[in-house]
């Protein structure tokens, strides 16, 4: 699997996880319906499915790679759905959440890892 494909993976399932989550959240902060729920909860469905697309031996390193797609992810959703703009911490935790993740899934590692 190529890099940009893994990428592609991991940020579909950002999405898909922060709108599911979402959903939640305007369910029960928001004072919405209790119909965001339906597609909440399938949007969490394609979240977990996608994840087991990325080609890791272990789900561990599938899961902590992805996480910092996830925080980068979160604050892009803040800027473009909540309209509060990311500050200079946010971007820097960004970048660095980012980089870790290259090297946890990216990194050489022997036959045996």
Known sequence: MTALMTAAIYV?????EIAGSFAFW??????????WLIPGIVSLIIFAALLTRIDAAFAGRTYAAYGGVYIVASLVWLWRIEGLRPDRWDM???AICLIGA????????GAVA
């Open 26 to 35: 305007a369910w029960l902060r928001l004072d919405k319906s209790a119909l």
């Open 102 to 109: 290259a090297v946890i899934l990216f990194g050489p590692r």
């Open 92 to 94: 820097i935790g960004g």
């Open 12 to 16: 579909g399932a950002a999405v898909a």
